[in-house]
Structure formats: structure tokens, C-alpha cells
């Protein structure tokens, strides 16, 4: 795995990276595929022991597909729309949109977090390192229809990609990221 170049979505506010391995940057990945439904029906076909627990009410790969293509829209803007407020307004950062990783854990550099899709339940997931209240760097995104990241293959990639990324803006190379400059 190795990150090729960052790119802005929100100048200022929110970027993400692209790794060597994709053709888009990580946030472009997520909310193509989240809008594709032939990807989205080998997703949820693949994943449809997930689909079937009793959270997710019985709802069908169909209903799946279009609640996910509707989510993916009301999250977009709402994730664009809360990066460009967040930088004259304190109240409504991307602090108040993205959540720790995990509970209780929270890091003071660099933070783990995740933001969840609009329609609740959603399972909806955008990956990001926080640098500050409104400044965060995109890693992955997934959909997750399970408890916890620990035992699907998918969910697993968006952790090592998120240790991966820390390491990253961690590292000696910064000074060539553009979201660096403003600090």
C-alpha cells in the first residue's frame, strides 16, 4: 500500500488521499461505488448472511441498494456542506460529524475517526485522520453491516488503511502535503 498524492474536496478543510493501487482518491472511491448498483449488488449478494441479521429488519438486497445509493447522496453533500461551514463557524466543524474510531479512545494527534451515513441505521462508514476540528484526511470508507471491523476482510483493509495514513502524516514527508501548509 503506498499513498500517491492528496487531493482537496473541501480546500482547507477536507482532503483524501489516493493510493497507488486506485484510480480515484478514497473519498471519490466511496461514493462512486455507493451510487454504482451492479457493485452494490455483488456487495450485498457476497455479504448477505450480514444483510440478514435481525438489525437490519429483513430488508431485501433491493431495498439495500437503493437505501444505500440514497444515504451515499445525503452524505456527500452532508459531509461537503459541514467541511466548507466548518471554517468560519466553530459549532459546525467536521469534529461534530466525525466520531473517535473507537469509544473511549481518543488520540490526541492524529486521531482515528469515522462519520456514519444520514439515514439511521446506516451502515455507511467514511474513514478519516483528524488534524484538526475542521481538518481531516480521508483513508477508505466501507460499507459495514457488522458490529465490529475485526472479522470481515473489507473492514480489516479500512484499519490497516487508517494505521497506514496515521503513519503517513506522521511522517518526515509532510511538508509536500498542501493541508500541511496551513498549520
Not at 449488488?41 to 455479504?47: D, G, M, N, V
Not at 484499519?159 to 496515521?166: A, G
Request: glycine share 4%; aromatic share 12%; with cysteine.
Amino acid at each position: 500500500m503506498k499513498i500517491i498524492d492528496t487531493f482537496a474536496i473541501v480546500k482547507e478543510s477536507l482532503y483524501s488521499v489516493q493510493y497507488e493501487t486506485e484510480e480515484l482518491n478514497e473519498f471519490a472511491k466511496c461514493f462512486e461505488l455507493w451510487n454504482d448498483p451492479i457493485y452494490l449488488r455483488e456487495f450485498f449478494e457476497q455479504h448477505k448472511k450480514d444483510l440478514d441479521h435481525e438489525f437490519w429488519k429483513g430488508i431485501t438486497i433491493e431495498e439495500a441498494i437503493i437505501k444505500t445509493r440514497e444515504d451515499a447522496s445525503l452524505f456527500e453533500d452532508e459531509i461537503r456542506y459541514v467541511a466548507e461551514t466548518g471554517k468560519t463557524e466553530r459549532l459546525e466543524t467536521l469534529s461534530t460529524l466525525f466520531e473517535p474510531l473507537s469509544e473511549g479512545k481518543i488520540e490526541k494527534e492524529f486521531e482515528k475517526d469515522k462519520a456514519k451515513g444520514m439515514k439511521r441505521p446506516s451502515w455507511l462508514r467514511i474513514y478519516a485522520i483528524r488534524i484538526e476540528a475542521n481538518l481531516f484526511v480521508i483513508c477508505g470508507g466501507a460499507i459495514k453491516l457488522t458490529l465490529t471491523m475485526n472479522n470481515r476482510k473489507h473492514l480489516l483493509l479500512e484499519l490497516k488503511k487508517l494505521e497506514y495514513t496515521r503513519n503517513y502524516l506522521q511522517g518526515a514527508d509532510n511538508e509536500n502535503l498542501e493541508f500541511f501548509e496551513l498549520n
